[in-house]
């Protein structure tokens, strides 16, 4: 049985391990248009243009789910690249509806942790520095 992450709730993908982002069943049209609208510009939706291997069924909530995991997979997997004002999921089950429709998942679990960048301390403005010369 699949796994979702229930509101609240992190999702811990191991590395390997197949996800998806999808779009809620129940979230509003115009949320799903906005979310696919914001996806789109970002991911290749081509296949869900009129004619796309995946405009069948013309539904936004499929349209949505493919751009959303288009999405999610391009922008590295993390938890919030699968956010749209919470109109989406992550899914461990493979949403793919038809043979001609595969949803892409990269497999891998999320990127491995990046090290951290230099960062440094400073003063706020206003306050005088001091060094200690011993």
Known sequence: M???ALPGEILMLVNGQKAWC???PAAPQQALQSALDYACNYADCSPTK???SCYDPDRPVHHASFAMNAYY???GRNQWNCHFNDTSLISLADPSYNPCCQFVSGGSGPPLPQ???DTWCV???GNPLHYRTS
């Open 115 to 117: 090290e951290k960048e």
């Open 123 to 125: 003063p706020k403005p």
């Open 50 to 52: 009129k004619g796309g």
């Open 2 to 4: 699949a796994k979702l």
């Open 22 to 24: 999808v779009a809620k």
């Open 73 to 75: 997979q391009q922008m």
